[in-house]
């Protein structure tokens, strides 16, 4: 199956997302200005998805439609969709890729949607876990006094949590917001976040007033996301804490990229019952710099 944009009807039912993560009607005249060529109107669409990254998208259908390249897809116009799958609450869409040829999938669920983006994306540019650096640091070095240290040394005396709400009381008062409670599957497919803290300065209101319920992995910048629940899964399997500094670039939409440099610590609790729970907890450090040459 190939693509074009043939008539006006078509061109008015779809959306594009520009690398900036704004979003233009298919067939706004000014967006072949924004382009800066003088093909048809009718082309433009299908020039913007196949050589510049952008990605279009169409909800007035009887199912919504996802058509993008992902391996020239810009971050920020990923991440602007993302936020329009979040909104859409979606039970299935369907979304057409550029490789080779064209590919057709449809994908059951706004997570699995959004999961499933990621890793074609993902796949696409290795590069891109550079920008998100961390660096494991011994449980010694937590300095005496220090948040970290009060957490991880009531941890020691007892990694129980009885009561969910206290607990998250006590780490939002602590971190001033800076705290994710998650509650990981058997087989740690799934990372379910059960409480968090409204002091991630990286997200916006919107998604920490949805984030309960979700998934780990599902936050604006993919990337970010599946490298966060990777950590959180180790210390999940192997039952021993992460403590460590992070060196972050993020991806927000129609904000450029943030970094956020930060010392974290991961800790697996149990509750009455059996079920497993991990803490992970951060203290803003701008004196760390893992973009040093030989750190």
């Given amino acids: 199956m190939d693509w074009a944009y ?9 959306g594009i997302i520009d690398a900036d993560g704004a979003f233009w009607d298919a067939a706004d005249a000014r967006l072949e200005h924004r382009l800066g060529t003088d093909l048809p109107r009718t082309e433009l669409c299908d020039y913007a998805v196949r050589n510049l990254g952008y990605i279009a998208v169409q909800s007035n259908g009887p ?4 058509r993008l390249r992902p ?7 990923l991440i602007a969709l ?5 909104d859409g609450q979606f039970p299935c869409a369907a979304i057409s890729w550029l490789d080779k040829s064209w590919s057709d999938e449809i ?4 997570a699995n949607l959004r999961r499933r983006l990621g890793q074609l994306c993902d796949r696409s540019r290795p590069a891109a876990r550079q920008r998100l650096l961390s660096r494991a640091l011994p449980p010694s070095d937590l300095r005496s006094g220090t948040p970290l240290h009060i957490v991880h040394g009531n941890w020691s005396i007892c990694r129980e949590i009885t009561d969910l709400d206290a607990a998250a009381d006590r780490f939002d008062q602590l971190f001033r917001g800076r705290y994710t409670i998650t509650a990981p599957s ?9 409480k968090v803290g409204s002091g991630y300065k990286s997200y916006d209101e919107r998604y920490l007033r949805c984030a309960v319920g979700t998934q780990l992995e599902d936050v604006p910048d993919v990337q970010y996301g599946q490298w966060v629940a990777e950590a959180h899964r180790d210390v999940h399997f192997s039952s021993v804490p992460w403590y460590g500094d992070v060196d972050a670039i993020i991806d927000r939409p129609r904000q450029g990229a943030h970094r956020v440099r930060y010392r974290r610590l991961i800790l697996p609790f149990s509750r009455p019952g059996g079920e497993r729970l991990l803490v992970t ?7 760390i710099d893992l973009r040093v040459e030989g750190s």
């Fill in 71 to 77: 391996a020239i897809v810009e971050p920020s116009a």
């Fill in 107 to 110: 994908i059951p669920g706004s």
């Fill in 63 to 66: 199912m919504p439609r996802i």
């Fill in 82 to 86: 993302f936020y329009w799958i979040s």
């Fill in 186 to 194: 058997s087989d740690g497919g799934e990372l379910i976040i059960r």
């Fill in 6 to 14: 043939c008539d006006i009807k078509m061109r008015d039912m779809w």
């Fill in 281 to 287: 907890a951060s203290s803003i450090s701008d004196a």
